[in-house]
């Protein structure tokens, strides 16, 4: 069963910086085709932030995050990070990250989220 465990959020205040981590674990049978970083802000849907594909590394960001929000991996560690620079209030939200296998065109697996709050 595979798992996605993120960690690295907290309280920060607007300006400040964080690293947030996504770590892969357990018996995986397929390759990773792409990681995705998603956030979900109380009374809002969740919304794409940014992925990125394993083998080449190749980057996308929603425009509400380019210019402050790097995404990376380590394949060797099967980590995929975020980091997220010159927070605004309105970053406050859950972020999860999640799974593109290489045989399919979606996310199928996700973690349970890391809640990130940015304060005034």
């Known amino acids: 069963q595979v798992q996605l465990v993120e960690s690295g959020g907290g309280l920060v205040q607007a300006g400040g910086s964080l690293r947030l981590s996504c770590a892969v674990s357990?018996?995986?049978?397929?390759?990773?085709?792409?990681m995705g970083w998603f956030r979900q802000a109380p009374g809002k849907d969740r919304e794409f932030v940014s992925s990125?594909?394993?083998?080449?590394?190749?980057?996308n960001y929603a425009d509400s995050v380019k210019g402050r929000f790097s995404i990376s991996r380590d394949t060797a560690q099967n980590t995929v990070y975020l980091q997220v620079n010159s927070l605004k209030p309105e970053d406050t939200a859950v972020y999860s990250c999640?799974?593109?296998?290489?045989?399919?065109?979606?996310?199928?697996?996700w973690g349970q989220g890391t809640q990130l709050t940015v304060s005034s």
């Open positions: 999640a799974l593109q296998p290489g045989f399919v065109l979606d996310y199928r697996y």
């Open positions: 357990g018996r995986r049978t397929f390759s990773i085709y792409k």
């Open positions: 990125i594909t394993w083998s080449a590394g190749i980057t």
